[in-house]
């Protein structure tokens, strides 16, 4: 009997090495797969580092820039508010502008002035200007005023508005670009 199943005796053991060798092998395989992703997210991670450090960078550049010159009021906030057409020709509009007191040193009273610039939608040329002088309370060092302004300017429907904000004597300059809406007629409270 032990001739007759010799085959099985030999086959046995070889087939045991086979199995050994393709488990060790499928180790290795999947060993050096994880090595390839690990390798893979780690090259990204060091990617996005690189890219927030330069991101950083970039930021404490732009910061210099901004701060640059003497320490002042500075707008951190411009809102315009486009409120209703009263007449055919005439926008009623509220603006409101967030200042920051930048500096060391309190900030006495003074003033500024919005700039106003009307143009035809899709036309670069600005055809009509108009101005306000407003009046800046005193800041303490580190403050932060919220300023509402309300007024009337010269414009029709549908027309493109910049709005440049100055403040006198301070580093502080914002703009931002208006469509107007169309006409409705709104109360304004007063």
């Known amino acids: 009997m032990s001739k007759k199943y010799r085959w099985l005796k030999i086959s046995g053991p070889l087939l045991a090495v086979i199995l050994f060798f393709l488990t060790i092998n499928s180790f290795f ?8 992703e690990r390798n893979a997210w780690q090259e990204k991670a060091m990617a ?21 010159g003497r320490p002042g009021l500075i707008i951190t906030t411009l809102n315009f508010e486009p409120v209703a057409f009263n007449t ?35 036309n670069g040329v ?15 060092p580190g403050e932060v ?17 910049l709005l440049v904000v100055s403040l006198n004597d ?9 469509r107007l809406p169309e006409a409705a007629k709104v109360d304004v409270p007063q």
Do not use: C, H
């Not at 996005?48 to 640059?68: A, C, K, P, V």
């Not at 600005?126 to 306000?132: E, M, N, V």
């Not at 005023?145 to 508005?161: F, I, M, N, S, V």
């Open 29 to 36: 395989r999947e060993n050096k797969y994880l090595l390839a």
């Open 48 to 68: 996005l580092e690189e890219s927030y450090r330069q991101l950083q960078n970039e930021n404490r550049e732009l910061q210099n820039i901004l701060d640059q």
């Open 126 to 140: 600005a055809f009509r200007t108009s101005w306000q002088r407003f009046p800046l309370p005193s800041f303490q």
């Open 170 to 178: 301070q580093p502080g300059v914002a703009k931002v670009e208006v």
């Open 145 to 161: 005023k919220t300023l509402p302004l309300t007024g009337e300017l010269a414009a029709t429907p549908r027309e493109e508005l």
């Open 88 to 122: 055919p020709n005439r926008l009623t509009y509220r603006v409101t502008i967030m200042v920051a007191n930048r500096s060391s040193e309190a900030i006495p009273a003074g003033s500024g002035e919005l700039l106003f610039a009307v143009r035809q939608s899709g």
